[in-house]
């Protein structure tokens, strides 16, 4: 039973009262008991087009966070799309378990009709512990899914070109810094050397970077280091590490009045969706501080540019880096705007998002 109230930070809110506060369309809970899969579609936006957005499994400690987090994702999806230029809206989906232990093909299948019975209102793709494989067993019931590996047809896996965006929206966030975006010699944290991690990590080495990482897990550390020069760092020293650029890669809400304090880099600038614990509070500390952070929906959308092609059946990859490059300039121009109308990078971003939901929908989203 899903408990009605809902603890974000010290303030107790009911689910309705949260998805009236993030301005939800609809939240669907999914439930099937021979397969024990427990799901939450969120499904935020549809203005612009149908929702899409990718599913993560994660052994949430209560109900109550899969909540939260399913509705923060699905509402972050509603921007991270609308800013990249996609005709889609913003939806998410969150399934409660470990992925280790309980992922097999009759869940993915199951959790692959109830996407079916949304008839297209929500797309999935592939977001932390999910696979193209995954996507493969859901494909089984649903056409409403894309992230299907190559092999199969499909665009493969999303997280490569994540990185890349990552990567460019971090030059041009280094550039607003130095004036040059090249970043030899800078010193990079990557914490999280998962998917969009080690990719981005690929990218660093390439151009010069001295990269440091931290994971949570050992073997994805000695994967790492088998194969780059890079400096392991523990997660009890990511905020006091002596760095230029702060690359969050793991999960969100790192940024919070306890790092935000200690934080020794003059940008942030990484994949992990929803940094900001809270999105005003932590956004201004990061000014006072002087530090420069890179909007992570505005630059973590090449997996979904990717995605969203692949979808709509007109995929060329050369095509999709070209718009992916595109992060650079509007990144630069939600910094310059930030700078200029003394408000933060994210609600600069955001303002260029709403703008453009409220240009075709009439609909003036609230942030
Ligand atoms: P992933 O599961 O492949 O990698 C996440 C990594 O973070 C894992 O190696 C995990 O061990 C590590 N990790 C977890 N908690 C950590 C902690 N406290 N400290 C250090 N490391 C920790 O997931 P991913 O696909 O690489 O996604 C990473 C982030 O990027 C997520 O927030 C995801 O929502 C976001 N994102 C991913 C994509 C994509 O294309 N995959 C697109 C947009 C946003």
Redesign the pocket.
Known sequence: MISDTVIEGTRQLSVFDQVAEMEHEQVVFCYDQATGLKAIIAIHNTILGPSMGGT?MWNYATEDEAITDALRLSRGMTYKNAIAGLNIGGGKAVIIGDARRQKNEALMRRFGRFIESLGGRYVTA????MTTRDMEYIRMETRHVAGISEAMGGSGD??PV?AYGVYIGMKAARKKVTGSDSLTGAKVLV???????LNLIDYLVKEGVLVSV????EE?LSQISSKYKVDIVS?DDIFEADIDIYAP????ATLNDESIRKMKCSIVAG???NQLLDEVRHGRMLIERGIVYAPDFLI?GG?ITNIYYDYIGNYKKELVMKQVESIYETCLSVLNKSEKENITPQEAAMAIAADRIAAIGNNKLSF
């Not at 592939?126 to 512990?129: A, G, L, P, S």
């Not at 931290?214 to 897990?217: A, T």
């Open positions: 993560r592939e977001d932390v512990n999303p997280s994540t914490q999280g050397a998962g998917n969009v991690g931290s994971d949570i897990f994805k997660s890669c793991a999960l969100g994949g992990a969706n973590n997996g």
